[in-house]
Structures are given as C-alpha cells and as structure tokens.
C-alpha cells in the first residue's frame, strides 16, 4: 500500500522558515517523482516543488525560487521541503504526492497519482 505522510506544518511569521517531510512507503522510491503542492481557501491546488529521485532533477515554481529548496534522501525514502523567508501568501495546506516517473519530472498536480493527507502552514503578517 502506497503512504505519503507529511510532517512539519505549522505557524509562523513572516519571514521565518519551517521544513517541511514527506515520508514515502509502498512503492520503488528511486522510480518515482515526489511533488509537493499547495491549496490556499478558494484556490486551486499549485505545484510548489519536485523532485526525481531517479536523477535528483528539480522544479520550482516561480513563486517560491529562490526561498524553498527540495531535497530527497533516498536511503530514508524521504523528500524534505525547507522553506525560507516565508509570507503570508504562503500560507496554504501542503501536500506531497508520488507518480512512477524515469527521466521525466512532471509538475502538474493532475499527473501524481497518490497523494498524502496533508499539512497546515500558515505565515502570519
């Protein structure tokens, strides 16, 4: 059974910083991209970041470039979302998700096909 669990929401200020994790199970974590997206009240869901843990290849959205950073450990099956100077506009429930993808990084949320529960992160002004 394919698990996402996300970890590491939360409140804080603007311009502080939060980490968030994505803990994988269930699949061939080194044949799968892992995304993380964003839903704020009344919008749609938006890529933030991605990543391939077959070959490390990166997306950032233009949004966050420059202040988010995706990272994977593969050996914990893991991908981490370290946020920095964080704003209010950030503020949205997080969600990762995983599609089998070798030598492609979709960034869509439309192409991931699980999904964890999500978490809260909130940036007050």
């Known amino acids: 059974e394919v698990q996402l669990v996300e970890s590491g929401g939360g409140l804080v200020q603007a311009g502080g910083s939060l980490r968030l994790s994505c803990a994988a199970s269930?699949?061939?974590?080194?044949?799968?991209?892992i995304g993380w997206f964003r839903q704020a009240p009344g919008k749609e869901r938006e890529g933030v970041s991605c990543?391939?843990?077959?070959?490390?290849?990166?997306y950032y959205a233009d949004s966050v470039k420059g202040r988010f950073t995706i990272s994977s450990d593969n050996a914990k099956n893991t991908v981490y979302l370290q946020m920095n100077s964080l704003k209010p506009e950030d503020t949205a429930v997080y969600y990762c998700?995983?599609?089998?993808?070798?030598?492609?990084?979709?960034?869509?949320?439309?192409?991931?096909?699980?999904w964890g529960q999500g978490t809260q992160v909130t940036v007050s002004s």
């Open positions: 269930g699949f061939t974590f080194d044949d799968y991209a």
């Open positions: 990543i391939s843990s077959s070959d490390g290849s990166t």
């Open positions: 998700a995983a599609v089998r993808a070798i030598g492609v990084l979709p960034s869509s949320p439309l192409s991931y096909d699980y």
